[in-house]
Structure formats: C-alpha cells, structure tokens
C-alpha cells in the first residue's frame, strides 16, 4: 500500500510539473508571437486570367522593424541624389517619413513564374504547382485558362 501511495505521489507531481512547464512554453511562445513589428513584407503569388481577373495567394509575411539610428550617418539616405539639408523644427520628422518611404519601397521587381502554358524553371514547377492547384480548383476554373502568374512582394506599415 505505501509502495501504491508512492508511485501516486510521484505521478502527481510529475502531472502537476508538465502543466507548469507547458504553460510556461506557451506563455514564452505567446509573448514572441505578440512582439509588434514596424512594417511587414508579404510575398504573394498572383495569378492572372483569360478573363482579365486575378487572384492572390499569400506565401509568407515577414515582420520587420526600422533600423535604430544611432549617428548622423545613418540619416544620410539621398533621395534623388540630394542630401537631407534641412534645419526647421519639423527636421526629424521628415527625416522620419523619408527613411519610412525608403524601407516601404519594394526591393524587388515581380517576377514571372508561369506564361506561354508552362513554367519558367522546373524549381518554380516543384515549389508552387501544387499550391497553385489548389487555389485555381478553389476558383472553379483550369490551368488553361491561367495567362500568366508572378511572384511579388508587398511592404505596409502595421
């Protein structure tokens, strides 16, 4: 009986333990998924039609933040090679909004996965045609009636 009382304890508290840790795991997983960020990039497919309509469908979104600026040189971003030369109250403001415009201005152009009936590479055939599937089957319509699909990015603030 005491060997019975033992083995019972000692589950108990296992029992009592795991949840304590599991909680934990998932307060610590919570709080980084909570994190704010300060603009994000979507990488998104887009699938043009016979009939001139478009889908999309959302690979991935990134979080990203604005670099910390700790000097002057890191405010020495041209635009349309001029240097920032401004002196009025208002300075760091647009500062602000022009280092804002340049980390929101997409990097990459789109880039054209499928025409003429057929993929570009074999790599974009393996890496997206079942997703592509699924989503044209979604819209009731066929790979014939697909023109093309590109692959793009797309950057907003939160």
């Known amino acids: 009986m005491i060997l019975f009382t033992c083995f019972t304890f000692i589950l108990f508290c296992n029992l009592c333990y795991s949840f304590r840790f599991t909680n934990y795991m998932n307060n ?24 001139n309509s478009m889908n999309c469908i959302s690979l ?33 403001k647009i500062r602000w909004e022009k280092l804002k415009k340049v980390h929101l201005k997409v990097k990459s152009l789109p880039i054209t996965i499928y025409s003429n009936n057929s993929f570009n590479k074999s790599s974009f055939s393996k890496k997206y045609k079942t997703i592509i599937e699924i989503e044209i089957q979604n819209c009731c319509k066929k790979w014939y009636d697909v023109t093309k699909i ?6 907003y603030e939160r």
């Open 28 to 51: 610590k997983m919570n709080n980084r998924l909570n994190m704010g960020c300060d603009y994000y990039i979507e990488k998104n497919l887009y699938i043009y039609y016979n009939d």
């Open 60 to 92: 991935c979104r990134d979080r990203r933040y604005y670099y910390e600026i700790y000097d002057d040189t890191a405010w020495n971003i041209t635009d349309d090679d001029t240097a920032w030369n401004i002196t009025d109250d208002d300075s760091y």
């Open 150 to 155: 590109e692959l793009g990015e797309k950057r």
